[in-house]
């Protein structure tokens, strides 16, 4: 068996980089995201970060956050960054499954992926894939969280030293966080025909598993606990005082993991037609 090739993997990965900025629709995908997200800067996030700012204001917010369990919110050293670490966890799980939510599905259906199995296994494309999606949401988190910072900046030039401190744990903490995502889609686009259908799956999925956990613990006393397979559950309990907890990443990478290892099997036994 030959020995797997990395040069391959990496030339899928530069592909879909490539499908991204050379296409019509990568580019307006592309557009639409970062004027969403400036909306977002510009209106939401300016506006949370003033009512922060002021004193009378701040201790209302402190004590309704405080009543919902995100008091430590208001103790970040940047304000804007943990506004937009709370945006963040609502708003980029959604986006990232529509980015990602056709890896291969549709080449699957027109034929094109055996092409590229030709010329590559079917690990190697997968992976390959993947590492595309996650490496192109990679540069837009560090794009995100670099306007953030320019945001801060111009708001308070003193806070640039601690808010590159904090920036860089979000920007480690949202990329991990947001890997199983992609995996979760790469997962189901071994399974399903179309994007459309990852998407309606996914929303599935975070409706009756958590349904299915409370009936079996309320109904026959049993912990089944499914919803451990279900990326960014518990988020809001990683918060730390100065900015997101590095050291509860394992789950998340395990989810990674786990995805990917049963999409390379599925994508070995089942057929391409």
Known sequence: ???????????ICLHEWQRVFVTGSGRLTLLTFFGVWVLIFHYPVRTAVELISVSGDAGIIRSMLGDI???QLLQWPVAELSVFWFAAMLLLPLTCISLCCDQ???DRQRGTVKFYLLRCRR????????L???????LLML??????LVYAWVREPSSLSSGIRQGSDTFIFLTIWMVPFIAL???LNVLLPSGKKVILVTILLYLLLPTLDYLAASKLQINL????????????????????SLDQLTRPLLQTVSYLFLSSLIFKLRSLG
């Open 123 to 130: 690990s190697e494309f997968l992976i390959g894939r993947f």
């Open 132 to 138: 595309g999606y996650a490496s192109f949401f990679t």
């Open 69 to 71: 369990g995100f008091r």
């Open 185 to 187: 889609a790469n997962f």
């Open 225 to 244: 606990q499914t919803t451990l397979a279900l990326p960014g559950l518990g988020v809001f309990s990683t918060m730390g005082d100065t900015g997101p």
């Open 1 to 11: 068996m030959k020995a797997y090739d990395f040069k391959k993997v990496l030339q």
């Open 104 to 106: 291969f599905a549709s």
């Open 143 to 148: 794009s995100l969280v670099i306007i953030t």
